[in-house]
Nanobody
Framework: QVQLVESGGGLVQAGASLRLSCAES????????MGWFRRRPGKEREFVAA????????DYADDVKDRFIISRRNHERTLFLQMDSLKPEDTAVYYC????????????????????WGQGTQVTVSS
């Protein structure tokens, strides 16, 4: 059984930075491509960023690609999301997710394809 635990959320002002972390336990971390998703108030869950099993391939949603950086440390079984220049519209619950794919270079944007999810961490950006 895989467990994912997010941390690092909080309340910040517009323009600030936060770094989210997601700690994995249960199986070899590099078995999984990883992703970050978010659910903004009143909206469906949406893709934010993804990274391949190797960490080489990364993908971002258009509205975060110049401000957020996804990374992973496989030996530490941890996924990160560095969020800079935060905007009020980034306010959401952020979730990390694991995709058990055999491909070492694959990333995916579809949440239904992910196998495991964390409980989420709240990020609130005030104007």
């Amino acid at each position: 059984q895989v467990q994912l635990v997010e941390s690092g959320g909080g309340l910040v002002q517009a323009g600030a930075s936060l770094r989210l972390s997601c700690a994995e336990s249960g199986r070899p971390f590099d078995d999984y491509a990883m992703g970050w998703f978010r659910r903004r108030p009143g909206k469906e869950r949406e893709f934010v960023a993804a990274v391949s099993r190797t960490g080489v391939v990364k993908d971002y949603a258009d509205d975060v690609k110049d401000r957020f950086i996804i990374s992973r440390r496989n030996h530490e079984r941890t996924l990160f999301l560095q969020m800079d220049s935060l905007k009020p519209e980034d306010t959401a619950v952020y979730y990390c997710a694991a995709d058990q794919t055999p491909s070492p270079m694959l990333t995916r944007r579809t949440d239904a394809l992910y196998d495991y999810w964390g409980q989420g961490t709240q990020v609130t950006v005030s104007s």
